[in-house]
């Protein structure tokens, strides 16, 4: 898609009341006792009349079309002239709500050729002439008129052949009572309408954050910010980030974003540590749109706490890719207690962002402001606040603080941005809307629909796929999170995920067995794959992957790490006959590094998100 400069501009404190105005009466506008204005196409699609400020919250997929006016979908502005877009809005997350921009009153000599253009819209998307008339009536010059169109990609189809996928896209709790005639054509394109309630939920200080960034970001005198976004589990930072990413898209042609939470990445599988270029608004959650970031590394857990010191490591690495070209958006762990706030300071320290977005719950003790004064006084978990003594203890981390002056607070100061979600439990990780390693898994399943053919058909279950065959020489090994025995690798690495990475050094076989590396290598991560078999006789691995062959061809290094292959892939594959290949009540625990899912594990993560 191309660049979006002139797209009309949102102001993200109106959605802060958009509920209250959804059945308002604008002027010239449709009366409040007429409500949601839902027409059927000729091709199974729906044409949606919003007046000004009027919301639409709902559950489900479709492809977006904005045909006359403009609209509003989680900060991103859609404008006419602008393509289809894909809309994810799944039961797993808070619904998206869709709002009409207010437009100003067009004087009365123009009404008829407004008229004319929106009725050219509809006609040039196949509108069926019964739905034009009956759209047209209730038209509005100052309302938005969109058209939602039924989705279906390899993606979703892939996601949903899994049992416990199915329900992913239906609404949550009991179907709403009244249902209406629009209600019906809504349904028929995916789509199902829900409570205001539903949709986020944006308050006053977050609607502040967000025009203050948007402020800094298109200011051409002040160089592009840094914008750091952090605070405890469930306080909505994804969101917040998503959100200020399209929102800055309206008006710039690109932003770019670091991934900094292993446990739950935006554009890769968990694990990871990334720099990506976002040039496409961001209208779903992580598992439905998994991409090749610029820059990735495989860190191979969800939780840094083991090794926080290869943690910054590889922290510093990915960063040193960004050009200071375009505002960069930073996504941190909710790890903010105990070591995980030193580690947090060590992390500002790093990256010196010039505005730090503090995400808060007003009776949240465990974390002080982060303001200027406090980050330079404060210590680090490897670096010294200004008042400290000079001893500095040795670590892998000192390579990096140079920048601080062996830790004095130099760096520019930054500007401290306070955010008070307001949304039911915010700040209680234990009461999140679904499990965060249920999160993870589908993470893991969007990265695998990348397998499937672009073409629109049957499934094909990954065991039904043609793997890779690897030679032993052509690739090192490496299990990150554990130490393996050499006579147990095989046993590791067989049916387990594992990042592809690339690594300078040649590849040399010291014999006819694998080739392990003794440390983790700080590398280059270029997709993920899952090693299918093992063959022995002919030393070959057996890896299924939607890297394509001219990246693979760089691919010299396989890191195992803690991330286990969703258990759906393993019970639930299409086609399988008789005793489903590695899953078995017969396993010796006791080795390490091989993602061993007990049974009691299976019946532990339910997939409950209705």
């Not at 709002?99 to 009725?119: C, G, K, S, T, V």
Request: glycine fraction near 8%; charged fraction near 20%; include cysteine.
């Amino acid at each position: 898609m191309a660049a979006r400069r002139g797209s009309p501009s949102c102001s993200p404190r109106r959605a802060a009341s958009r509920e209250g105005s959804a059945g308002s009466r604008p002027a010239m506008g449709p009366p409040p006792e007429a409500g949601l204005a839902a027409v059927e196409t000729a091709e199974g699609g729906a044409v949606l009349l919003l007046a000004p400020q009027q919301a639409l919250s709902f559950t489900g997929k479709c492809r977006l079309r904005c045909l006359y006016g403009a609209v509003r979908l989680l900060g991103f502005a859609v404008a006419p002239h602008q393509p289809a877009l894909p809309v994810f809005s799944p039961a797993t997350h808070c619904a998206l709500t869709l709002e009409a921009l207010p437009a100003a009153r067009p004087p009365a000599a123009d009404l008829r050729q407004l008229r004319a253009a929106a009725r050219a819209a509809m006609r040039a998307h196949r509108v069926r002439r019964q739905a034009r008339v009956k759209a047209m009536a209730r038209f509005s010059p100052e309302c938005a008129v969109v058209l939602l169109e039924h989705l279906d990609t390899p993606l979703t189809r892939f996601l949903l052949s899994y049992p416990l996928m199915s329900r992913v896209f239906k609404p949550q709790g009991k179907e709403q009572p009244g249902f209406t005639a629009e209600d019906a054509v809504l349904a028929a394109v995916g789509v199902v309408a829900c409570s205001p309630g539903c949709g986020l939920l944006l308050s006053e200080s977050t609607c502040l954050a967000l025009e203050e960034l948007l402020r800094a970001s298109c200011a051409e005198d002040e160089g592009v910010p840094l914008i750091l976004v952090c605070g405890p589990k469930n306080t909505g930072k994804s969101t917040f980030s998503r959100y200020l990413i399209n929102l800055l898209l309206n008006h710039l042609p690109s932003v770019e974003y670091m991934e900094c939470d292993i446990g739950q990445a935006e554009f890769t599988p968990p694990g990871c540590v990334s720099l990506s270029t976002v040039t496409e608004p961001i209208l779903g959650p992580p598992f439905t749109h998994q991409q090749t970031p610029r820059k990735m590394v495989y860190y191979g857990q969800t939780s840094c706490e083991q090794d926080t010191e290869r943690y910054l490591d590889v922290m510093k690495y990915v960063f040193s890719s960004y050009k200071k070209e375009v505002p960069l958006v930073v996504n941190t762990m909710g790890w903010v207690k105990g070591e995980g706030l030193l580690l947090l300071i060590d992390i500002i320290r790093l990256l010196s962002p010039s505005h730090i977005v503090q995400m808060d719950v007003y009776d949240w003790k465990a974390m002080a402001p982060l303001t200027p004064e406090y980050v330079h006084l404060a210590p680090g978990l490897y670096t010294k606040g200004r008042q400290q003594a000079k001893h500095v203890g040795t670590s892998g981390a000192e390579s990096w603080k140079s920048a601080e002056g062996e830790g004095d607070a130099s760096a520019p100061e930054h500007k401290l941005l306070y955010v008070h979600p307001e949304f039911p439990r915010a700040g209680v990780a234990g009461e999140a809307r679904v499990h965060s390693g249920i999160l993870r898994d589908m993470s893991i399943l969007g990265y695998l629909g990348q397998l499937q053919s672009p073409d629109v058909g049957a499934v094909l279950p990954l065991n039904s796929l043609v793997p890779y065959q690897v030679p032993f020489s052509a690739v090192a090994l490496r299990v990150v999170h554990t130490d393996v025995a050499p006579t147990n690798i095989m046993y590791a690495v067989n049916a387990s995920w594992v990042g592809l990475c690339t690594i300078p050094e040649d590849v040399r076989s010291q014999g006819d067995g694998p080739v392990l590396l003794t440390q983790t290598p700080l590398c280059d991560c270029l997709g993920f794959g899952i090693v299918r078999g093992v063959e022995m006789e002919k030393k070959l691995y057996h890896v299924l992957t939607p890297v394509p062959p001219e990246s693979l061809r760089q691919v010299n290094c396989l890191l195992l790490g803690n991330i286990a292959i969703p258990i759906c892939v393993l019970v639930d594959q299409q086609g399988v006959e008789g005793e489903i290949p590695y899953v078995t009540s017969d396993y010796n625990y006791s080795i390490l590094g091989s993602g061993k899912l007990k049974k009691k594990h299976f019946k532990r993560r339910k997939y409950d998100y209705t």
